[in-house]
């Protein structure tokens, strides 16, 4: 693996955190394909360990980035990284708030919600798609991520337990 | 049709019973770390129901109003509720509350990864963790699909950024760069 590039990859992680609309899901595919497939700083079964273990522990799901950025450079790696992953949507929502948007329906904020809305869905797609190429190897696997969608579909489930249910299925060799 | 209002009366409220920024920071702490699988459900307990720091009306409104603003919802309601009861301070403390814990668990997790992730126990229930994490968020999508408007419009850019990134694995800051455009000023035009 090559030595990582820390200023560069806090850069790529801010710009992306802008698009992040409704979460870390809509980013996720860029994420891995900038330290995995461009740099070839981890691989893609850490990156995706990394993404299981944030959706299974407590707190936000986004905090995912502080161990990925562990996995690449250590402390300064997990700051780095999750700095620039929460620093520019607090800032922006900061700005927002500070403003005192007592109107934030406005025909232009209606449009860029109505535009990129979509493309949000679009891209937490991918996302759910990438992480399922990347841990379904076999069919086992891909049944198993089916049937996490239909349960989380269908019920309200807290998916903590389906996590621990899929980390027994790997344990004892379904998976 | 009447102007909708903000969520919260951001202004820095003087009535309001004394919430510090240590308030913020404890309560946020302690809803960050209260429960597995989701941050938004223990944030409605203690906010609305134990403190009663919010309205179920204003939790709702922020909420939407996080969603709708990059970054992670929880994160954008920290700032946000943060800054009405303590202006800046506030905000800063509520959100160090919310990341704090986790972060740390975060560092621990990844120590322990370096010396146990490599058995073949803990690979096997990492995978098996995996498979569900991406139908987590296959389903996060599909459920945030079914607000997707019934014309063809909408559908066609969710396809295109799906096609880009999910597909072609093309860079997501140049697929959203040459799609958003088009996606704001056609919703602009449907306005009319």
Partial sequence: MDRVDLPALALHFALLSLMAIGGVSAILPDMQRYVVEVNHWISGKQFADAYAFGQAAPGPNMMFVTLLGWQLAGWAGAIAATLAIVGPPILLTLGVTRLNARNPDTPLGRAIRGGLGPIAIGLTLSSGWILARSSDHDWPAGALTLLTVALMLRTRLNPVWLILAGAIAGMTGII | ?192
């Fill in chain 2, 1 to 192: 049709m009447p102007l909708p209002q903000p969520p919260i009366d951001n202004t820095p409220d003087t009535d309001a019973p004394n919430i510090g920024p240590l308030d913020l920071f404890l309560a946020f702490s302690q809803l960050a770390m209260s429960g597995f699988g989701g941050v938004l459900p223990w944030a409605h307990r203690t906010l609305v129901e134990k403190k009663g720091w919010l309205t179920q009306r204003e939790f709702v409104d922020t909420l939407a109003l996080g969603q709708l603003l990059p970054g992670p919802n929880i994160g954008n309601m920290a700032v946000m509720i943060g800054y009405r009861f303590a202006g800046y301070t506030g905000a800063a403390a509520a959100f160090t509350g919310l990341v704090a814990g986790p972060f740390l668990l975060m560092i621990a997790a990844g120590l322990a990864y370096q010396t146990y992730g490599a058995l073949p126990l803990v690979q096997q229930a990492l995978s098996g963790m995996s498979a569900v994490a991406a139908g987590l968020v296959l389903a996060t999508g599909l459920k945030m699909s079914r607000s997707l408007k019934r014309h063809w419009r909408p559908w066609l850019f969710t396809a295109l950024a799906l096609t880009g990134v999910g597909a072609l694995r093309w860079p997501l800051l140049a697929v959203v760069g040459a799609l958003a455009p088009f996606a704001i000023a056609a919703a602009w035009r449907e306005q009319d």
